[in-house]
C-alpha cells in the first residue's frame, strides 16, 4: 500500500508564506505570477493575495500519456521572459519581466521542463541568450519538491522536500481531498 501524506490548508498557507519569504530574501520580485492549471492555480493565487502581484494561468497538460498542451494566447510570456519587447527611451533595451512560475508538486520535472523548451522554441530559440533567462528573471516555485525529479536544481523555491526514489508517496493536498462523486 502506498503512503500518502495530506496537507491541510494551513500547510498550503505556511508554505506560501514561506514561497514569499524566499523571494524578498533573494530581493526577488516578479512582474507577475503564473500558476500551473491546476495544482498550481491555487498556491498561485494565494501567492497573488499575499503580494499583491498580478497572477496569471498557464495551461500545461501533461498527464495520462497527453503529449502536451499550451494555451497559446500565453505565448507573450516567452516574450516576456526573453525580453523581446524594447524599452522605449533612455532606458532603451530589452525590458526582461520577472515570472514567477507555480505549480503544486514538481513531481517528475516534466511540466517545467516542457515550460522551457517550449519558451525557447516560440521565441529566437537559438538565441544563447536563454541561458540567462530561467533561474535569473524566470523562476519556480513549488510546494513540494520530488529530489528525484530531473529538475529539482532549477526550482528556485519550494518549501517541502520529499524523494519518491526513497519511499513512494502519494500528496494530497486540500483541494483534492474532497472525497468521491
Known amino acids: 500500500m502506498i503512503k500518502k ?11 506560501c508564506v514561506s514561497i514569499v519569504n524566499q523571494m524578498y530574501k533573494d530581493n526577488w520580485r516578479p512582474d507577475y505570477i503564473v500558476g500551473i492549471t491546476r495544482g498550481g492555480n491555487i498556491p498561485a493565487t494565494i501567492i497573488s493575495n499575499m503580494t499583491g502581484i498580478r497572477c496569471e494561468a498557464l495551461k ?43 505549480d503544486d508538486i514538481n513531481d517528475t520535472g516534466a511540466t517545467f521542463n516542457w515550460i522551457m523548451e517550449d519558451w525557447k522554441a516560440g521565441c ?40 519518491k526514489a526513497e519511499e513512494d508517496v502519494w500528496l494530497v493536498y486540500p483541494w483534492e481531498n474532497i472525497g468521491e462523486y
Open 60 to 102: 500545461v497538460s501533461l498527464r495520462d500519456g497527453e503529449a502536451g498542451s499550451f494555451n497559446d494566447s500565453a505565448a507573450w510570456m516567452a516574450e516576456d521572459a526573453y525580453g523581446y519587447v524594447e524599452n522605449p527611451g533612455p532606458t532603451a533595451g530589452p525590458h526582461h519581466k520577472n515570472i514567477l512560475i507555480v
Open 5 to 15: 501524506h495530506y496537507y491541510t490548508w494551513q500547510d498550503v498557507e505556511r508554505m
Open 124 to 163: 529566437l530559440p537559438d538565441d544563447p541568450k536563454w541561458d540567462n533567462v530561467f533561474g535569473n528573471n524566470v523562476r519556480f516555485a513549488t510546494l513540494t519538491d520530488n529530489l528525484a525529479s530531473d529538475f529539482n536544481s532549477n526550482v528556485s523555491y519550494t518549501c517541502h522536500e520529499v524523494n
